[in-house]
């Protein structure tokens, strides 16, 4: 039976608009309003230029730049295209974006595609506040993956060295978000699925991060329950633009904006992610595909009794049986984090991306941001068990 039955899926008209403080001006979502969205938020920000900021397949292999840049057009509201954004946003190609940005006379940026193009343009409005010292230009983020890089204040990039480095403020958090499932249909499967984990990543580590505020963390239980519903469903019909649509929503929920005073990583799957990714090449929804249900099943020994509780309580939320303790739950929500992963085709290694082993101490030191910390010999023990 296709996912698309109506039995299963009644024509539901998922779309809306929300508004959140006067950083962001508006969140639009549903199949197509990126037509009708996009002009709303240029005369909201009174843009009267746009640079479009993407990735090279999303440029060359689809049609989705193309009807952006004829949205632009017929308002007379389009600067230019600048592509030359890769995988964990090298600093190159923001000082390009950055030079582009002002010969274009562009006073706007619209970011198109997944974490990458979101954050890279984070980092171009940054530099280019620094380099003018005027106002901070603004960001529309249209996502075509689920990564959520479009609901934080801060971005990571690339420097010279091959380091992650973050800028934050927030102003950087875009002003206007697009969720149009109908521009995620081109999206690589491997890409879209993996980013769905990341933005599980984010529901979960967000259960036991400092400083969210418990109606957040019952989205994100709301989050992971449509993420292992939907994802799956998403996998055995691709075209199935319903389920899209609630993906883009779970993936909101999952990293829903919360003031946050700087830019960190949630928690310590993210951490290893980041510390993983730019130095060894691997894509950020991969590291949450390695690093998610190991650093879950470390929790059980290491977490606080309030966090355990937090993780604990999520299997109520996905209908499975408690194990009748906190500690059993919570190497039970790892092992169903697994289960997706690998059902999805998305289990990995550190030995496919050619991670040296005896790089694993000085991994696991820098994600734990902190010299001597006395779980460091555990999560090395997690990484070794990631070949």
């Given at each position: 039976m296709s996912v698309l039955d109506p039995t299963l899926f009644p024509s539901t008209n998922l779309q809306g608009f929300y508004a959140w403080t006067d950083t962001l001006k508006g969140v639009y979502y549903g199949p197509g309003s990126v037509k009708t969205a996009l002009p709303k938020l240029l005369d909201v920000l009174g843009a009267k230029k746009a640079l479009?900021?993407?990735?090279?397949?999303?440029?060359?292999?689809?049609?989705?730049?193309?009807?952006?840049?004829?949205?632009?057009?017929?308002?007379?509201?389009?600067g230019a295209t600048f592509y030359e954004i890769g995988q964990h946003t090298p600093v190159a190609g923001i000082k390009a974006g950055l030079n582009l940005l002002k010969e274009s006379g562009s006073d706007v940026i619209v970011s198109v595609g997944g974490g990458s193009p979101i954050d890279a343009s984070k980092a171009i409005l940054y530099f280019h506040q620094q380099e003018t010292g005027g106002d901070t230009l603004r960001q529309i983020a249209i996502p075509t993956t689920l990564s959520a890089a479009e609901y934080s204040i801060g971005a990571g990039y690339t420097n010279e060295e091959g380091m992650k480095v973050a800028v934050s403020s927030q102003l950087l958090a875009p002003a206007g978000i697009i969720l149009d499932a109908e521009l995620t249909l081109p999206t690589p499967e491997r890409l879209w699925l993996s980013t769905g984990i990341r933005a599980l990543d984010h529901a979960v580590e967000n259960l036991y991060r400092p400083q969210v505020p418990p109606p957040m963390k019952h989205l994100c239980y709301a989050a992971l329950v449509d993420l292992f519903k939907y994802l799956p469903l998403s996998k055995a019909d691709p075209k199935a633009i319903?389920?899209?649509?609630?993906?883009?929503?779970?993936?909101?929920?999952?990293?829903?904006?919360?003031?946050?005073?700087?830019?960190?990583?949630?928690?310590?799957?993210?951490?290893?992610?980041?510390?993983?990714?730019?130095?060894?090449?691997?894509?950020?929804?991969?590291?949450?595909?390695?690093?998610?249900?190991?650093?879950?099943?470390?929790?059980?020994?290491?977490?606080?009794?309030?966090?355990?509780?937090?993780?604990?309580d999520a299997l109520f939320y996905l209908r499975k049986p408690s194990t009748g303790n906190r500690e059993g739950d919570i190497r039970k929500l790892a092992a169903e984090i697994q289960q997706l992963v690998d059902g999805l085709g998305l289990h990995s290694t550190l030995t496919e991306y050619k991670v040296p082993k005896e790089d694993l101490p000085g991994i696991a030191e820098r994600a734990l941001a902190r010299k001597n910390d006395p779980t460091h010999p555990q999560v090395v023990r997690l990484l070794e068990s990631l070949y």
């Amino acid at each position: 039976m296709s996912v698309l039955d109506p039995t299963l899926f009644p024509s539901t008209n998922l779309q809306g608009f929300y508004a959140w403080t006067d950083t962001l001006k508006g969140v639009y979502y549903g199949p197509g309003s990126v037509k009708t969205a996009l002009p709303k938020l240029l005369d909201v920000l009174g843009a009267k230029k746009a640079l479009i900021v993407t990735g090279r397949s999303l440029f060359e292999k689809t049609d989705v730049i193309k009807n952006i840049e004829a949205i632009l057009r017929e308002r007379n509201a389009y600067g230019a295209t600048f592509y030359e954004i890769g995988q964990h946003t090298p600093v190159a190609g923001i000082k390009a974006g950055l030079n582009l940005l002002k010969e274009s006379g562009s006073d706007v940026i619209v970011s198109v595609g997944g974490g990458s193009p979101i954050d890279a343009s984070k980092a171009i409005l940054y530099f280019h506040q620094q380099e003018t010292g005027g106002d901070t230009l603004r960001q529309i983020a249209i996502p075509t993956t689920l990564s959520a890089a479009e609901y934080s204040i801060g971005a990571g990039y690339t420097n010279e060295e091959g380091m992650k480095v973050a800028v934050s403020s927030q102003l950087l958090a875009p002003a206007g978000i697009i969720l149009d499932a109908e521009l995620t249909l081109p999206t690589p499967e491997r890409l879209w699925l993996s980013t769905g984990i990341r933005a599980l990543d984010h529901a979960v580590e967000n259960l036991y991060r400092p400083q969210v505020p418990p109606p957040m963390k019952h989205l994100c239980y709301a989050a992971l329950v449509d993420l292992f519903k939907y994802l799956p469903l998403s996998k055995a019909d691709p075209k199935a633009i319903d389920v899209r649509q609630k993906l883009q929503v779970a993936s909101w929920m999952s990293l829903w904006p919360i003031r946050f005073q700087q830019y960190s990583a949630l928690g310590l799957s993210h951490a290893l992610g980041h510390k993983l990714g730019a130095t060894y090449s691997i894509p950020h929804g991969i590291t949450s595909c390695l690093t998610l249900a190991p650093t879950v099943n470390l929790k059980a020994d290491v977490a606080s009794e309030e966090d355990k509780e937090w993780l604990a309580d999520a299997l109520f939320y996905l209908r499975k049986p408690s194990t009748g303790n906190r500690e059993g739950d919570i190497r039970k929500l790892a092992a169903e984090i697994q289960q997706l992963v690998d059902g999805l085709g998305l289990h990995s290694t550190l030995t496919e991306y050619k991670v040296p082993k005896e790089d694993l101490p000085g991994i696991a030191e820098r994600a734990l941001a902190r010299k001597n910390d006395p779980t460091h010999p555990q999560v090395v023990r997690l990484l070794e068990s990631l070949y």
